[in-house]
């Protein structure tokens, strides 16, 4: 990753740092909070060990919210809460854009996820890696089947 990023850089393109944090499980918010603070604390400091410019990356992280199976439901507030606490506890304010991943939430869960987020002040530029959140039902409806090809280019609307 560093000296692809640096590499990028010094050829005149912004580098998309990305790390996926899996959220199988049944886990509540609070411990995928601790794992994405351990994880973005490393991306950084290698990141900072091989001079890459924070102001020329695009960060794709994922939203902090709980297991994909934690039964109780979360709501965004919360979820903005978690996951603004990690993104300022983390990541320099020197990086301009952070474009959300969905993290298996559906459209509406993310899109209500990221308007909690915006409704607090932050020093970065937040918003949502929407190709995902395009086509997720058109995928789900799909499934890879031929017979179901109608259907999904229906569900585009």
Not at 3 to 14: A, E, M, P, R, Y
Not at 73 to 90: F, G, N, V
Not at 133 to 154: C, F, H, S
Request: hydrophobic share 40%; proline share 7%.
């Amino acid at each position: 990753m560093d000296i692809i990023c640096v590499s990028l850089q010094d050829n005149g393109l912004d580098p998309i740092v990305e790390s996926e944090i899996l959220l199988d499980g049944d886990h509540p918010i609070e411990r995928t909070l601790e794992v994405a603070e351990k994880v973005w604390s490393e991306v950084f400091f290698y990141l900072a060990q091989n001079n890459v410019i924070f102001e020329g990356i695009l960060l794709k992280p994922s939203m902090v919210t709980p297991g994909a199976e934690h039964k109780e439901t979360t709501s965004p507030e919360t979820i903005a809460k978690y996951t603004l606490t990690m993104l300022r506890r983390r990541v320099p304010p020197a990086v301009p854009r952070i474009m959300f991943l969905s993290g298996g939430q559906s459209e509406v869960e993310a899109t209500l996820n990221l308007n909690a987020m915006n409704q607090s002040p932050n020093p970065w530029h937040i918003s949502f890696s929407y190709a995902r959140a395009l086509q997720n039902t058109v995928l789900k409806t799909w499934q890879r089947r031929p017979e179901n090809v109608e259907a999904a280019q229906k569900s585009l609307g």
